[in-house]
């Protein structure tokens, strides 16, 4: 997708002039007969109403965000689930040598250092570390620390297309981790998906939409309304600085007739200060710490009187 809006000459969403480089050799031949055809522009519309445009505003958000990141105290990147995407050398001269670590399954990970390697000099020189890592199985935490990541650090990470298709708990858990991990203030950019629950047939298709993923081997698992996520946030440390969802994405990035998939959204956070993530505590747990703090003075001071 990233490619073909490349090849437009106007309206274009997003500027990537590296994602060519990443596309096998079936995926370059079809986007040479769709060019000479003129049936690029309307090619991704038909093969996935909405979709198309949903991605390439999903990455121009993310590349928004991450500039700002950039101009300030952000010591280094972590793109969980990398894949191909080409962000890191997209963005070499601002990340000015902070690394970036592109988490991945091991097979993708191989794959795309590959062709890294062929791709030589028509690539940017950064400081990508490839993060193999079986999300099942493996601790993301241990992995990232193998790489050379600096905890507690201010960190940008980028985590799309990913939380619907996990449980509830692992996208808390992740969430958990990555507050563990970083310094306060350290920010996080997301997707999230949630049910339509509007009456009508588009709505409807929509809905369907989720349990053809779930035919094809890879079913929506979580969702959460807009109208939600502000809390579930806060309760995981986070506090949320933007939210986009499809009309948003629209009004920002399109300029064309394109519309934006609904069902999906973006939200940029940064983890809480200090302070407030001692506020994560519930007043029985306050309540338990305080007791067991004055029970420690007092056999403190008995210790002391009986010497």
Known sequence: MRAMEQRRSAARILDDPY??????????????????????GNVAARLSPGLAAYVLTRHRFIDDCLQRALAGPVEQLVLL?????SRAYRFASALKR?????????ATSRRK??????AGARLP???????????????????LRAAGFRTRRRTFFVWEGVSM????????????????????????????????DAPDLVTSAYRMSANLLSLLGEPVTFGIHPE???????RLGYRVLDLADAAELERR??????????????????????AARSERISPLQRDGLASARRRSRRSRARRSHAR
């Open 125 to 143: 020189s950064i400081d990508v570390r490839r993060v193999e890592l079986d999300f099942a199985s493996e601790s993301l935490e241990q992995r």
């Open 253 to 274: 990035y399109v300029r064309d007739r394109r519309r934006v998939v609904p069902g999906c959204y973006l939200v940029h956070a940064a983890t809480a200060a200090a």
């Open 81 to 85: 689930g990398a894949g191909y995407d």
């Open 98 to 106: 902070r690394p970036v670590f592109e988490v991945d399954f091991p």
């Open 19 to 40: 994602a060519r480089l990443f596309l096998g050799r079936l995926s370059r031949a079809a986007l040479a007969s769709w060019e000479a055809s003129g049936a690029l």
């Open 113 to 118: 250092a590959r062709i890294v390697a062929r």
């Open 228 to 234: 939600d996520v502000t809390h579930f946030l806060a």
């Open 165 to 196: 298709y996990l449980t509830r708990d692992a996208v808390k858990a992740t969430l958990s981790t990555i507050l563990a991990l970083t310094a306060p203030r350290s920010e996080l950019v997301m997707d999230f998906w949630y049910l339509l």
